[in-house]
């Protein structure tokens, strides 16, 4: 097995999980992270802690092989594909087409997966194309034999994106996009590059800085996500104060539709040649065809790349200090806040601490609570990424640590700072080692104006309060919060929500009640329905409250005007709706 | 006539136009800018020997009385709209209906107008709706009286945006929206102002200013255009590096189309919701209903604005200036480079100079061109506006100085740059004077990648020239030239091409041939077919050329689905093709 093998079902890398290293502690396994090989002493108190629930390892529920149905094969579909792809292209393997039938999502998809639920209906085929001839050849196919067409790209999204409709009854086949992952050139003069959009975000960034030149689209999901699924999704990275959302990066894609290809001619920095086709591609999740390739903006690398952090008194101090950094004329490439509980995880992960190590850590943990006055329950910390040349980073950093000052804010270091980066990549497989024992975790996020910001936290976790007592969860549930992106007008909040399943009938679909019930809270109080990760599935029901009808009704026009046979059928977001049947609960 | 009164078909206020103050020397007439009242004796001679013709007071053709056809009305219709408005916000005017009826391109509208063409087909209503209510009535007085609509901003395009289609048939009701000019709500802790459509830019800024507040969106027709005319054109500020362009500035806006009303309900930040319905309201040029108001960032006064000024040995030393800028974290908010015949043009409307001042012009010219050697016509010019905190200015300014010394440029002062910039209100006089004498002046503009701009430049010169001989243009075509944006991947640049029409058959066709064929230079050269004006009707026959056959699809059957009956029925851009019957030309 290569090291780089991802498991089928479960996030990340074969090589990378938690498993228990003492009867009390945790180790991440493999070389790959910061944290791997470590021994983890304080996780599982935290965690026992937060959700008020013992963590014993032999209360471990083991997994179980996941039941697969068997494929709907059209017969002169398959003959069709036969001709265009080789053996090794083209695969009814179980696993492989249930691995591209479902995204991220822990309670829906994956741990159901693992643990004894089942999937009604799957992908029925899974192809690979090398060529955006072979994706057209591929739509051809699908239109002549009347299938349905799933792009696939890195599934890791936790929308229900990837959940295929049960009623459908075509022939489902899934095109995973990775093969086609080449950067066919690069532009120095004007710094794009034109790639395949199955190129995950590692091999991007791999790729170019072999030229010297960095993309710096930096979403949690770098190593799988592909540059097509962050079109399709609308996607948001960390450094986007620098480098831009998505819609920022993408100077033209395009996307090959039962119609035809979508696609732009006379690419340009900026244009105005009426209604833009492009914009409909963002978000287009799978709806209207297959984004093959786009021309990207890039840019050196930058010649420093400087971590901060900094430890304020209360969350809103924080805020108040990232509405500050906006109006300065210093924003850095990534500024995140997180709220104390979130802080505390982020501790929790943190080696057994030895000798000069561990004298030193408790004398920074008296000084900041004892002298200092902070309370670790409600403190927040922001973490910072610079980047620019020496002297922009050097103008940043001193112009952050002069705003920390009257916000009342410690300056905690650059190490901090990394470490909260590369957690990033970690929490994933964190949220897969507690589901053994029946603790669900999920993420979700939204947008709210500045003002909101406070309350839309508050009444999250007030409604958690209230659902979870009311359908019986054991022990506390638990939420945690952080600011990851800023703008002009309001945030990006991404929220972690866990609780025990421990003595439910049916934990997921607790599970799942309980977060359709925070979702309408937040869009009660002034959030919006996602920031970054899109529509898919779990959110579809909530579109009307969201767009106006004739809005909804623009966006499906659009799309039968490209597929009117509805060959990609996938039916995320506003095309999904009104056949309400997801099969998500 | 209130001082605010506009010329009904020419560009501007009626109290300002250029007029002989003595046989070769022209004033502006008002006092509403700085080159009101002034004598400008540089400028005839500048015009002559750029083109190659005398200008001579004695060969003024006068205007004529412009034909207006006969509306057609539509008697249950009309009965509809008078219980709906009251008479003063009705009228069938006919030098109201045709003010309607036409933007401001020179050779195609204004001109032919006012020099004896006529339109076969123009706005047979005008109403003015106060409100978003009326708004919708108007519209479904229109479905049930089987109408055409067509929404007016500032009228300010020049893509013959507003040019009725000849073949329409049904009554064309235009809805001119400037009586919905209110701000509606301020928000200062989100920084955004909910703002009616109709609103003017410098009405918008005198509201906001009031509050402490601007919108910075500065186009050349800030005076006119309105919000939803941005919108409608996807528009550009010269100061977008600051505030952004349109689609950055509107967080949200309602258009109220046949099939009801599109909007967001829950506006953000940012947002990924699937395919966003707003995200083709920008660029759809009246094909899909009325905008009626948006929701736009706004930004408390800059504490600080100045100008600046480079001048540069070469458009080239210029251009590897303004990259260079883009590279620095030190952008200003607005930054321009013209090239040498645009640079002597604003010399050219200097004002006599006496005394001192003529003493202290001498030396400085004398010193720029005998001392640094500086060739008056190969040389370029840059002018700046820099916003900000004090500290940010001052940061900028140092930092472009700096720059400056890289590229060989000489600091020209803050005057010079303020000059510049207000020069770009002027201009569409001086066309309407000229125009007068046989003279056509158009502008076109373009997006080039950076490693394009000389090529661009130089094909749209060439082929100029080839183009004018071949028409027998007596004298010399014109083409000036500058950079009025500058983006990652590439820049706005900027064309005015004017040659005399004297002794041509048919010189309006000339142009718009000519015109027309340096267009289709500009696309083969790696040029986009608009950066902010527009499609509108005579770009559209270019858009096969840049938008694939489903690309078009797509935002066409959008259109279809929210305006099944085509009652939006201008038809610009790709909602009127393949229908080619334009009536331009």
Redesign the interface.
Not at 446 to 451: A, G, L, M, R
Not at 545 to 562: C, I, M
């Given at each position: 097995m290569p090291s780089d093998a991802r498991h089928p079902h479960r996030w990340g890398f074969a090589d990378t999980r938690l498993e228990f290293d003492g009867p009390r502690s945790v180790r991440m396994t493999g070389a790959r992270y910061p944290l791997s090989g470590q021994s983890m002493p304080h996780l599982i108190p935290y965690v026992e802690q937060m959700l008020g629930v013992p963590v014993d390892q032999a209360d471990a529920v083991p997994e179980s092989a996941p039941q697969v149905p068997v494929p709907r094969l059209n017969a002169a579909l398959m003959a069709s594909l036969e001709r265009l792809l080789p053996a090794d292209r083209r695969s009814t393997d179980p696993i492989v087409r249930l691995a591209h039938s479902h995204g991220q999502l822990a309670v829906g998809e994956v741990d159901r997966l693992l643990y004894g639920g089942h999937f009604a209906r799957v992908a029925d085929l899974v192809v690979e194309p090398v060529d955006e001839e072979e994706v057209r050849a591929i739509v051809a196919a699908a239109i002549e034999h009347d299938a349905c067409l799933v792009p696939f790209g890195g599934g890791t999204n936790v929308s229900g994106a990837l959940m295929c409709p049960e009623e459908e009854a075509r022939t489902i086949v899934s095109i995973d996009m990775r093969r086609m992952s080449r950067v066919l050139s690069i532009?120095r003069?004007?710094?794009?590059a034109l790639v395949e959009a199955g190129i995950t975000g590692s091999a991007l960034e791999e790729a170019l800085a072999a030229d010297g030149y960095t993309c710096g689209h930096t979403p949690d999901s770098l190593e799988f996500s592909t540059l097509g699924g962050w079109i399709a999704?609308?996607?948001?990275g960390m450094k986007k104060n620098r480098y831009g959302?998505i819609e920022d990066i993408v100077?033209e894609a395009t996307?090959v539709?039962p119609?035809?290809?979508?696609?732009?001619?006379?690419?340009?920095?900026?244009?105005?040649?009426?209604?833009?086709?492009?914009?409909?591609v963002?978000?287009?999740?799978g709806?209207?065809g297959v984004i093959t390739k786009a021309l990207i903006?890039i840019?050196p690398k930058p010649e420093e790349c400087r971590y901060g952090s900094l430890v304020f008194r209360s969350f809103a101090d924080g805020v108040a200090f990232l509405k500050a950094v906006r109006a300065d004329?210093a924003l850095p490439a990534s500024i995140r806040l997180v709220n104390s509980r979130e802080f505390r995880l982020g501790q929790s992960l943190r080696p057994a601490a030895h000798g000069i190590h561990a004298w030193k850590s408790r004398l920074q943990r008296t000084w900041l609570f004892s002298v200092r006055g902070f309370d670790l329950t409600t403190l927040a910390a922001c973490t910072i990424v610079m980047e620019?040349?020496r002297r922009?980073v050097a103008?940043q950093e001193s112009a952050l640590r002069r705003l920390a000052k009257r916000f009342r804010a410690v300056w905690a270091g650059a190490e901090n700072g990394r470490r909260g980066y590369s957690l990033t990549f970690a929490i994933a497989y964190l949220r897969d080692f507690f589901s053994q024992f029946g603790i669900a975790a999920e993420s979700f996020e939204?947008?709210?104006?500045?003002?909101r910001i406070a309350e839309v936290c508050a009444a999250a976790e007030r409604a958690l309060t209230v659902e979870a007592a009311a359908r019986g969860v054991s022990g506390h549930p638990y939420l945690s919060y952080r600011v990851t992106?800023t703008?002009?007008?309001?945030?990006?909040i991404y929220f972690t929500m866990a609780f025990s399943g421990r003595g439910l009938t049916d934990p997921g679909g607790v599970f799942h009640d309980i977060e359709q019930a925070l979702r309408q809270v937040i869009?009660d109080h002034?959030?919006?329905?996602?920031?970054?990760?899109?529509?898919g599935k779990i959110?579809q029901r909530f579109?009307p409250?969201?767009?106006?009808?004739?809005?909804?009704?623009?966006?499906?026009?659009?799309?039968?005007?490209?597929d009117p046979g509805n060959i990609f059928g996938i039916g995320?977001?506003?095309?999904g709706l009104p056949q309400t049947g997801s099969s998500i609960k």
């Open positions: 532009d003069a004007n710094g794009c999704t609308n996607a948001s959302n100077i996307l539709t119609s035809g290809t979508v696609e732009t001619r006379r690419p340009a920095a900026r244009t105005s040649t009426g209604m833009q086709p492009l914009a409909l963002f978000g287009s999740e709806n209207l903006a840019h004329d620019g040349t922009e103008r939204t947008s709210v104006p500045w003002d992106q703008y002009h007008a309001g945030v990006c869009l002034g959030g919006s329905l996602s920031h970054h990760h899109g529509v959110r579109l409250q969201v767009h106006s009808g004739a809005g909804l009704e623009l966006v499906r026009a659009a799309k039968r005007g490209v995320n977001g506003a095309c």
